[in-house]
């Protein structure tokens, strides 16, 4: 018997009249059922973030305490967490024990956040008439905060949203994407072992385009936080009107390779970094731009690296690349691999596709009207583009809609600084590629990319509005 799951509204679990099946992504079996709401608990969840914002008004230092605990009972659940992550997103075990750790991270920072909390002095007095004046800022949480989160990372991209608002003293309503809403079921049990009081997290599991509509066309919810496609996201824009907003989302990510680089390094990384959990990885290489000098044994060292990748079971603890969402990602992948190599591109490696797992692909001679270069592949597929002068390589670089992270390798510092200006996204690494996160940095894109950080201290500045408070004080 398939394992079941309920709603959590208010500190309670709910049934409903509807469920949905959460599938093994590896197996394709169905794993088990979750209970889906419908208009009503949409509204129930919404007016429970409402009343416990006005009711429970918690201190920093308990918001702290209830983060920090969090973060403790993550890792103390590491394994059932990572292997609840395994089977409904299809990530390779390892990946997933890592995506725990990162997320226990993340609470913790939050939790250490949630005590730094302060606006700043202003110097009113230093206006002509205002003499006899003081001023200061101080922040103040938003109230009910709508978080959509993606399919990718089930556990670590729901942490950056809640651990934060929570952090910032907001209430949250939480709809997590319809492929892998368990993770953040259990979730909501270590919100309630760890003593947050009823309505302050709230999970709803539904699909986009009920669930997710209904919330966004709800202005009780001040504030919305969203990762996902940036087709989704514009209509989360389009629709949400004046309410705040952030913006996490997709990338076609470029990594520059200079003829100055270490050649071995870059391969290295390449390899890991394009292909960890199947490229569904919103800053997975996925554009590299080689100088043509090096081109040749770069090209030798990827391969080699690529090939000595695992690839298979996710619950073998050596796999390094797994299934992908659903078999219809991997035939589209498959279909847009196929395209570029009809239209001329060399498929040097992969390009097979077994069900839902789609090998590991480079591809050569692309050119940039094809998909595999100018749209988000979010698969395990990574195109080589040559170049001859890096002011030409950046250009075409920036060509792109997109803009959340990318990289450069090289030795030469100057063209490491110089690229680091020019180059247009939210973030450049430097001897690394564009797939460095840890969780404390400011993280987020330019341009179709998003808008609005991440990172537990970015996002609570974002999560509170700055009030000024004015003294007027006569003379003493
Ligand atoms: N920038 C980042 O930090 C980041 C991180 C992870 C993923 N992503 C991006 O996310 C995408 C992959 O994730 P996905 O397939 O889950 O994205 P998606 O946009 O399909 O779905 C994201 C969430 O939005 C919900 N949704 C769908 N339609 C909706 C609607 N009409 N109204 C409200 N909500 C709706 C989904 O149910 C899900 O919960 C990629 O583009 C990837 O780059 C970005
Ligand atoms: O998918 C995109 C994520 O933001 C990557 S990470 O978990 O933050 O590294």
Redesign the pocket.
């Known amino acids: 018997m398939s394992e079941q799951y309920k709603l959590y509204i208010n500190g309670q679990w709910i049934e409903t009249d509807e469920t949905q099946n959460v599938l093994d992504k590896y197996s394709q079996n169905t794993y088990a059922t979750v209970y889906k709401a419908g208009e009503k608990q949409v509204d129930q969840a919404i007016s429970s973030a409402e009343s416990a914002f006005q009711n429970h008004q918690l201190s920093p230092y308990q918001r702290y305490e209830i983060l920090k605990k969090v973060s403790e009972l993550l890792s103390k659940n590491k394994e059932d967490l990572a292997q609840t992550i395994t089977r409904e997103a299809g990530k390779p075990l390892k990946q997933a024990r890592t995506?725990i750790d990162?997320s226990s991270q993340t609470f913790e920072v939050a939790a250490e956040e949630a005590k730094r909390i302060s606006g700043e002095g202003v110097p009113v007095e230093a206006a002509p008439g205002s003499e006899n004046r003081m001023a200061f800022t101080i922040r103040v949480p938003v109230g009910v905060v709508g978080a959509i989160s993606?399919f990718?990372?089930p556990l670590?991209?729901v942490s950056?949203k809640v651990a934060p608002a929570i952090a910032a003293g907001n209430a949250v309503v939480l709809k997590p994407a319809s492929a892998t809403p368990i993770t953040s079921l259990k979730l909501a049990e270590l919100f309630e072992e760890a003593g947050l009081p009823a309505g302050l997290f709230n999970v709803i599991v539904g699909s986009g385009s009920v669930v997710g509509q209904q919330m966004m066309e709800d202005d009780r919810i001040q504030l919305y936080t969203f990762?996902g496609s940036a087709k989704v996201g514009l209509k989360l824009k389009q629709t949400t009107g004046l309410n705040k907003l952030i913006l996490?989302l997709g990338n076609n990510s470029p990594v520059i390779v200079d003829k100055e680089a270490d050649v071995e390094q870059a391969a290295n990384n390449i390899a890991q970094k394009g292909f960890a959990f199947a490229g569904?990885?919103?800053?997975?290489v996925q554009r590299v731009y080689v100088h043509e000098e090096i081109k040749e044994s770069f090209q030798k060292k990827l391969l080699d690296a690529v090939k000595s990748l695992n690839v298979g079971d996710p619950n073998d603890p050596d796999t390094d690349v797994g299934p992908m969402i659903a078999e219809t990602e991997a035939e589209r992948a498959e279909q847009w691999v196929k395209e570029a190599v009809d239209n001329g591109a060399e498929l040097l490696t992969g390009g097979e596709r077994n069900g839902p797992v789609f090998q590991p692909t480079v591809v050569n001679n692309v050119k940039k009207d094809m998909k595999v270069v100018c749209e988000e592949i979010f698969a395990p597929v990574i195109s080589l583009i040559s170049y001859s002068n890096l002011d030409d390589c950046i250009a075409e670089v920036n060509e792109s809609p997109y803009g959340l992270q990318g990289g450069i390798f090289t030795q030469n510092l100057d063209r490491a600084f110089y690229a680091a200006r020019k180059v247009e996204v939210g973030g450049l690494m430097i001897n690394d590629s564009s797939?460095y996160?840890v969780?404390l940095m400011p993280?987020g894109g330019v341009k179709d990319s998003g808008s609005g950080k991440?990172g537990p201290k970015y996002s609570i500045e974002e999560m509170t509005n700055e009030r000024l408070i004015v003294l007027n004080l006569k003379n003493g």
Request: aromatic fraction near 10%; hydrophobic fraction near 20%; charge should be negative.
């Open positions: 995506e990162r993606p990718n990372f670590n991209l950056h990762t996490e569904q990885v919103c800053i997975s797939q996160r969780d993280y991440e």
